[in-house]
Each structure stands twice: as C-alpha cells, then as structure tokens.
C-alpha cells in the first residue's frame, strides 16, 4: 500500500489562525446557527464537546470525550474541524471502527455541514470545503493493472478465470468507484489480486490519473480538507510512514493533519491487531501460486521463460504444505487456537526453499528493463521476503514485548495462521498518535467506567490527554425498561444443557412478546446456533423474519434488513455488539445472554493476565472486569438510537444478581430500576410498551 505521508525537509511555517474555538462557540450555542439554520435542537452536551474539540485542535492537545448516544458528536468535531482544516490547509483525518458510521458521516453529517456553512454568510468561507472517504487499496480496481492483465490472460490464467477476468472488464466499463465490492457476486482472490490497485504496477508513473480508479480516489484524497478512513486503514498508513517520521513536523499519517478517531473504545483492540505479525497458509500459498501454478500451467513468472525460478516456487509449495501441515498436527489437531511459549518446536522447512527462491526472484529482477513488469516483481519479491522474515521472526519468537500464537482460521477453519501481537499496546499508541505534535481526539459514547476514563487513558498511551465526560440528553427513565431473568442456570460445565434450555425459553418468550424487533446478543457462537436450532420452527410458524449473523448476509446487511422488516428477531456475537444501528421500533429490544466476558484462555489475554500478575496486580479487576463492561455498555446502547426510540433491555446472566460484580453491570445501565423475572411470574412482569 503507498502510504499518503508527505515528504517535508524543512519546518512547515506558522499556521494563519484558527477560528475553530470562536465560531464554535456561536454555533452550537443556545439560540446558535446551528438551531437557527439547520433547525436542531440544543444540545448543552453537543455544545461542551465541540468547544473542548475545537480548543483542542487549536492548541493541538490531545483529547479524550465522552458524548452519550444522542449527542451529536459527529457535528460537534467535524464543524469545529473542517473550520480548522480550512482556515489553516491542513487535513482532518475522520477514523471510525464500523462502515455504517462512516457512511453517516459521508452520507448525512458532512452534507449538513455544508448546509450549515451555506445559510450562514459568517460561514460562507468555509462552504466549499473537499472530502473523501478511502478505503484500502486492494479494493479498486487498477485500469492499468486490468489492462495488463487482458493482455497476458493466456499466461495468467485457466479458461474459468478467463471469463471472470472479462466479467470484471465489463463492470468496470460502468463503474463510477471501482469497488471491489459493487461487484456482485463477488470476484475471486486469485483473479482480484492481479487487477486491483494494491501493487507498484498502479501509479502515477503508469496509471492516466484520470482513469484508473485508485488514482482517481488518491487525487480526490489528497485534495481533501476531510478524509475519512476506518481504523484498520488508518493503521496500515501509520506501518507505511515508519520509516520517515523524522521527516514530519507534526502529523499522523500525512505532513500537518490532526485527527479524530470515533468508536474509539476500539482502538487498543484494533492496535493489537494491527502491530504484531499475521500470516497465514493460504495467504502464502496464494502468493507462490500467483507466481506460477503447476496444476495450471499459470502465473506471473510463465511469460518471463525463466524455468529455474518455476522449480523453485514449485519446491516452495512443496515446502509450504508440509511446513503448516506439521503445525496443524502438532499444535492445532486437539485446539483451533494454541499459545506457542518456546522457539524450536518445528523446523524451519520453508526458511531454505524461500531463500532459493527469492535469490532466483532477485536475479532475474535485476537483468529486467525498468517498467511495470520490473515493478510488479519487485513487489512480489518484498511481500515474499516480508512472509520469510515473519516465519522466522515466529519460530524464534523474537520480540518479549509480544505473545505468539497458532490458529485454525477462514470459514471452514482449515488455514493455519501465524499471529502474534503486543502485550501491551499503550507505548506504541502514545509513539503513533501523541507523540505526532498535534491534536488527537478520541470519541465513542463509551470510554469511561464509573463516570472514570483513566483506564482507557491508560490503555491508550494518553495518560496526560484532556478528558471530559457528558452524558446522553435522552430520557431513558420513561423510554427504557430493564428485565433481569434472576432463575437462569449460572454459567458452568454442569448446567451448560439445562442454561441452554433456559435461554432458549427465554428469548423465544420475550422475543414473542415484543411486536417491534428484537437483537439477541450472545458471547458465545456455539450457544447461539443451539438456541438458533432450537427455535428457528418457533420462528418459521410465526411468520417472523429471523437472521443469525455468520449466514451469508454482512452486517451492514442485517441492520439494513432489520430496518426495512420493522419486526425481525437477529441473533449476534462479538461484532454485533458495537456498531449496530437499527432506531425506531424495528428494534425495540435488547436481549444480553450472557455477560461479555472474554475468555481467558486467549493468548492474548492469557499474556496480559500473567503481565499483571507479575506486577502484583488483579487481572479480573484491571483486564476482564473493565473490558466485559465497555462491551455491556456497547450492547445496551444498541437500543435507543433516537430520542423518541422506546424499547426494553433484557438480560438473561443471573451473574449480576449473584455477583458481587454485578452491581457494576447494573451501575452502567441508563437507567438504574429493573425488574426480575422468574418462569413464575413473567407474564405478568414482562411489559413491553405498547
């Protein structure tokens, strides 16, 4: 990926001033601009935030906020921060975790800013400000790379692929993006990878800036006063920029930006992510069979006649299979996902047979005319390498700082990957965002616990950043019912069938009394397709819409159907926690199967847990505890999404009765009153509004 870091050599001179902190302050006042032009209601909430944003985007300070659901946090930093942009050229980086918020910010708040800046003459100045969203860049479509390919199709690839090749060529005729994924259905990996813009071969060396997508959407982006990424995006560019920090006065991922990062509760995860190793059996194989293949007699290295380097790659795909397969056997026959705490427990098979073959790569790289052909393997050399050097860096297990693991992933759960990841990721988070010299501004509607958001300060690297807290101005009091079922077998190995059938009766029960839809959030995805089984004739008989996350559909589709239908019943893990917004009476419930603790026996978690230990502390209260009730509140706050929204949560995990924890789960609850439900008394206890 081409980062979009600016090369500087010398000190970018004074900015003019910004009237960032000034005009906020008359926009979001009581009886302000934003009432008078746009007709939105008052906010005190929305008001403190974008003053606190735009004093910090001033001062280029960090800042940690707070805003509950309903307080218009996207307005509140992107007014104050296309002000800044523009009054001083510089950029405005917008980050979020899910793809709904980022279409909401494309969609619906950057066009009210505009509209906004447009009706108020004081404002008129900032009216034609420039946006962009990007995605990564294995997502476009190159028109030079697609080109090259149609040439070389016999070379490259099998009859079959042949008319995928032409099935893309046509949709690209009418495509305004690029996007990968308009296309429907879905082009394959191995004939995507050599059209899309994710390679050298897609620059402004050999692309008509005017045609080939990617190139189209970076100019637009690099015009921006706004862009708008996603969190794993935003990390790739902060990898790419590495190894020129130096060169920048101040800046994130481009010379002079500042930056917001929405949902920010998932940062640190993210981060995770993001700076520790990730290979994976198919990913590799992919890249030596992109190379050549010799079931097919195609690949990038056929046209070049080079017969010593095919052999090579062949011994490599030899050598790759029996590499993973051991570590299959030897690690994952018995466990899908296994902490590898000692180096030497395999061979290093693949270390020799790559060597042989990137030396081979080399040479024949070297004797090639510069040009895209050059380019594009120079490109596969660095990716082969960076895929030898990960290997290595496994088997030796070679940062402290980091835990190594080896899981069973994909849909089937046959790949085998190699992953590892910080312990801690504070230290870089504090080097990649506040050690940058401007202003990073960190926003969700769940970043404290107890009103406190020291923890997450801590986890993110910004223990000396601003932080303030404001809560949501909605009226949970009369539009929120809480229900705790208090005769659910408590989580055990022993009562795990009888806990199953508990829950079943349960949610179908609530979710048959409820006429709007209900989400059904589980921690666990085995539980869910029991209780999915169990119930899904119940659903069939009723004639109601019934969707369990993992079957075809993304979630950006399910929230999208749950919307339309207006009385769905949706079963969801992890992800579905966060980022669903579904507002009206399409979704009037909330049902918590279990507390959303993760479980402990991750290596990740398992690092962090003997870390904390080591230091004398408790990981059930600084690690566990402190995660499962960011994740809680995450869940809860799926429900009321606009201020006339109605709707009940229930909770299905006795814990938070028997629990001396528990009280803490209730405590994040907007509202504090519930009510317990037995098998006994729930038909006369379990209200939902009308």
Known sequence: MIGLRDD???????????????????????????????????????????????????????????????????LAYLVPGIIHAVDQSRQLIVSTHTISLQEQIADNDLPACRRLFQRTPELAAYAEFRSAVLVGKSNYLCTTRLATALKDKQELFTTPEQRELQRISDWAATSQTGLRHELQPRPSD????????????????????????????????????????????????????????????????????????DEAHTVPEVATDNFGLSLTSVGLDRQLRSLYNPSKRKGFLVKLGENEALLAVEDCIEASAQFFAFIHDKLLA???????????????????????????????????????????????????????????????????????????????????????????????LREVFFGCNTSVTCTSATLALAGEIGPFAARMGADDARAVVVASPFDYQRHMRVYVASDVPLPS?????????????????????????????????????????????????????????????????????????????????????????????????????????????????EARTEAIQQRGGNPFNEL???????????????????????????????????????????????????EQLTLANRDEQFRPFA
């Open 624 to 674: 566990t505890l402190p995660d499962a009730l960011i994740k809680f509140r995450q869940g809860v706050g799926r429900l009321i999404r606009t201020e006339t929204d109605r709707g009940l949560v229930t909770i299905l995990d006795a814990r938070v009765l028997a629990k001396a924890y528990g009280r803490l789960f209730l405590e994040c609850l907007p509202r504090k009153e519930f």
């Open 493 to 605: 190995p022993q009562e795990a069938k009888l806990a199953i059938e508990s829950l079943t009766n349960y949610i179908g029960f609530c979710t048959q009394r409820v006429k709007g839809g209900s989400l059904v959030l589980f921690t666990s995805y085995q539980d869910m397709r029991k209780v999915a089984q169990a119930l899904l004739p119940v659903y069939r008989e009723a004639q109601r819409p019934f969707f369990i996350q993992g079957e075809d559909l993304s979630r950006t589709e399910l929230a999208r159907r749950m919307r339309e239908l207006g009385n769905a019943v949706l079963f969801g893990t992890d992800s579905f926690w966060t980022g669903v917004d579904v507002p009206g009476d399409a979704l009037s419930q909330v049902i918590i199967t279990r507390l959303p603790f993760d479980p402990p026996t991750h290596p990740i978690t």
């Open 334 to 428: 018995l466990r899908s996902i296994l902490r590898v705490r000692e180096e030497g427990f395999v061979e290093p098979l693949l270390d020799q047979p790559l060597g042989v073959l990137l030396g081979r790569l080399n040479r024949i790289e070297s004797k090639l005319p510069e040009g895209k052909v050059r380019d594009e393997l120079k490109d596969r050399i660095a990716r082969l390498l960076a895929c030898r050097v990960a290997i290595g860096q496994f088997l030796t297990l070679a940062d402290d700082s980091h835990v190594y693991w080896a899981e069973l992933t994909g849909k089937r759960q046959t790949a085998v990957a190699l992953r590892s990841a910080p312990i801690d990721v504070a230290p870089k």
């Open 190 to 261: 191995d004939v995507w990878e050599l059209v899309c813009a994710d390679s050298s071969g897609c620059s402004k060396k050999y692309c008509d800036c005017h045609k080939c997508f990617y190139q189209v959407a970076k100019a637009r982006c690099d015009a921006a006063h706004v862009l708008v990424v996603n969190h794993s995006l935003l990390f790739a560019l902060i990898h790419v920029g590495e190894m020129k920090p130096e060169r920048m006065a101040r800046g994130v991922i481009r010379a002079d930006d500042f930056v917001v990062l």
């Open 8 to 74: 500087t050599d010398s000190a970018l001179p004074a900015p003019p001033p910004s009237r960032a902190p000034e005009l906020a302050a008359r926009i979001f006042a009581e009886g302000g601009w934003l009432e008078a032009r746009l007709e939105l209601q008052h906010r005190p909430q929305q008001e403190t935030m974008a003053r606190a944003v735009a004093a910090a985007m001033k001062a280029d300070e960090p800042l940690l906020f707070e805003a509950g659901t309903g307080v218009g946090k996207s």
